[in-house]
Every structure is written in structure tokens, then in C-alpha cells.
């Protein structure tokens, strides 16, 4: 196991430094493209909490960027404020939202567990549809401005921006190595795998549940921050039930419980929806096709074949991360 989290780290290492190298090297478009594979990478990394290490997938995890994105949009565009007040407010309302959320999603297990998830999602999705008055229903929030923190380069440069939310992706990613590396971490895992055996041991499984799903709000409240202001424009089309679907996406292309694979997997998705889509008319097919190929020859994801490669494959395959294999009632496993 440790050689496991030195691999990862190593990992992690590798790709820092190719990001941070990369606008030296690469058109100011690709660097755009990888600003918001960033931004959904903390976004699928705070999804993974639920997904990989507790065993809970998740189809309304857009709701919390969706709240942190229009806190901003609302607070900077309605009451002037600066950035750090924007970003304190929407970590805090998302997180706020989703310890009402868990409370009611936690309920329930399993498919169920899934569905309550994505009924919650439509909630949010039709507040911010219908309270024109505070959200601009369909017509979206505009003229979100990028934030200027008193530094001698500006962040309206696509380059300077994506070192900007490189930085807050690096933190968060530290942040929830250590949080998934530390007792509680540990204690989320033993409860995916057999979450009666914990409760025998005196564990209160339901807080630990809880506690990752507000975790994991939280940090996608920060997600949807960034994306506000990377966008300059929030809008319900934002929050829908399709980009909650491709957020799960990620985390399984990518590799569930393996820290870096949501990254990976947001890098997959985002080149193929915003690049590969410009010269290919049914790229939705491709998505798919590399999705089941993933599953067939890299059952641990494609961080799981990158780790193979640089001398680990110990992993747990995509279906036991989080009992899928249970949920359909199948015995046969995926090798």
C-alpha cells in the first residue's frame, strides 16, 4: 500500500511538471482547454470522495458548482464583491447546501442513493431556471469579471489564469491526499468494503458518510468559483443532469480512488467535448467507445495503467471501488 501512495505522488509529480511547462509550449487555446480541465478536475476529484473511497456515486454533484457559480456571479455582479469574499461565500453556501442535502440523501443507499441525488440536482436546477429575479433564469448571469488581486500580471491573460487555478487545483489536491490518507480516509475505505464489519468495530458509519459528502460539496463549490469566473457567465445550462453525468464519467475514465484519475479523466472528456468535436461530428460515439475500451483493457482506469507502468497495479478495478458489481447483483467481476 505504501508503494501505492509513493506511485501516486510520483504520478503527480510528473504531471505537475508538464503542466506547469505546458504554455511554454503549447497554442494559448490548448492552455484554455487545460484551465478548464483543471477546474473540472477539482470538480471530479471532490466527486471521487463519494465515489471511489465511500462507495456512493453520485448523479447530482453539478449542483454544488452550480451554487458555488452563481454565488459569485451574483455577489460580484449585484453587491461588488472582491474575490476573496466571492470565494469564501460560495465554499461556504455550497457547503451549507450540502449538509441539508446529506441529510436527506444519505437516507437511502445504493440506487436509491443515486436517484435522491439527482432529484436534489433538479432542485437546484430549477431554482436557478425560475428565480429570475435572483438568478436571470434561462438568460444567465453576465459580466463577471476576472478578479484583479493587486498582482503585477493580470489575469484576463489565459496564461497567468491558468497558473491561477493550477494553484488552487494543487491545494486542493494536497488537501485531499492527506484527508483521504489519514484516519478518516481510511475509515471511509473499510466502510465501502464492508460497511457492517465497521459498524462492528464502533464506528459510526453514517457520520463518516455524511462528513465526505459535505467535504465533497464543499470543494465542489470551489470548482464552480473558478468556473464562474473562467467563464464570466453562469447559466442553468450549467447544472443540468448532463454535466453531472460527464463529472461521473471522468472519475471512472480517469480511475476512482486514485487522486490523479479524475484529473485524467476531465483532461479526456474536456479535449474530446471541446476539441476532437470540432472536426468529428459524433464524438459522443468516440466518448463512449473509449469509455467501454477503458473498462475492458484498464478496468483500474487510466491512471490505474499509468501506475502498471511505473510499477504498481494492485489496485481495486473500477466495478469493486465502489460495489457496482453488488448494485446490479452480479457476481462475475471485470479483469
Known amino acids: 500500500m505504501k508503494s501505492d501512495h509513493l506511485v501516486s505522488l510520483r504520478l503527480f509529480g510528473i504531471i505537475l511538471v508538464l503542466l506547469i511547462l505546458a504554455p511554454l509550449f503549447l497554442p494559448q487555446y490548448i492552455v484554455f482547454l487545460l484551465t478548464q480541465a483543471l477546474i473540472f478536475g477539482i470538480l471530479a476529484m471532490s466527486l471521487d470522495i463519494l465515489v471511489g473511497f465511500t462507495g456512493l456515486p453520485s448523479l447530482g454533484h453539478a449542483a454544488f458548482m452550480g451554487i458555488g457559480a452563481y454565488s459569485v456571479a451574483i455577489l460580484s455582479t449585484e453587491h461588488g464583491v472582491g474575490f476573496w469574499g466571492c ?16 441529510l436527506i440523501a444519505l437516507r437511502a443507499t445504493a440506487v436509491y442513493f443515486l436517484m435522491i441525488t439527482l432529484a436534489l440536482a433538479m432542485v437546484v436546477w430549477g431554482v ?18 476576472r478578479p484583479e488581486l493587486g498582482l503585477p500580471w493580470s489575469l484576463w491573460s489565459e496564461v497567468n489564469f491558468f497558473y491561477f487555478v493550477l494553484l488552487f487545483f494543487v491545494i486542493s ?33 453514517w457520520l463518516h458518510k455524511y462528513t ?7 470543494f465542489g463549490g470551489l470548482a464552480g468559483a473558478l468556473w464562474a469566473y473562467f467563464n464570466g457567465f453562469v447559466s442553468p445550462p450549467d447544472i443540468e443532469l448532463g454535466i453531472s453525468i460527464e463529472i461521473l464519467l471522468m472519475v ?81 467481476t471485470i479483469t
Not at 87 to 102: I, P, Q, R, T, Y
Not at 212 to 218: E, K, Q
Open 212 to 218: 465526505a459528502y459535505v467535504v465533497a460539496g464543499t
Open 252 to 332: 471512472l475514465l480517469g480511475g476512482a480512488a486514485s487522486f490523479i484519475g479524475p484529473f485524467i479523466g476531465a483532461c479526456v472528456v474536456v479535449f474530446m467535448k471541446q476539441y476532437l468535436s470540432i472536426y468529428v461530428g459524433r464524438w459522443l460515439m468516440i466518448l463512449g467507445a473509449s469509455y467501454i475500451i477503458t473498462v475492458l483493457y484498464l478496468p483500474q482506469g487510466i491512471n490505474g495503467g499509468l501506475e502498471a507502468l511505473l510499477g504498481v497495479g494492485t489496485s481495486k478495478g473500477i466495478l469493486d471501488r465502489f460495489n457496482l458489481k453488488n448494485l446490479f447483483n452480479r457476481k462475475e
Open 87 to 102: 470565494l469564501v461565500g460560495a465554499v461556504f453556501l455550497a457547503a451549507v447546501v450540502a449538509a441539508v442535502f446529506g
Open 128 to 145: 436557478a431556471y425560475r428565480w429570475y429575479r435572483l438568478t436571470k433564469g434561462d438568460n444567465g448571469i453576465t459580466g463577471i469579471v
Open 173 to 205: 489536491y494536497l488537501l485531499l491526499y492527506l484527508l483521504m490518507r489519514s484516519p478518516f480516509g481510511y475509515t471511509l475505505v473499510g466502510m465501502r468494503d464492508s460497511e457492517s464489519r465497521m459498524q462492528a468495530m464502533g464506528y459510526n458509519t
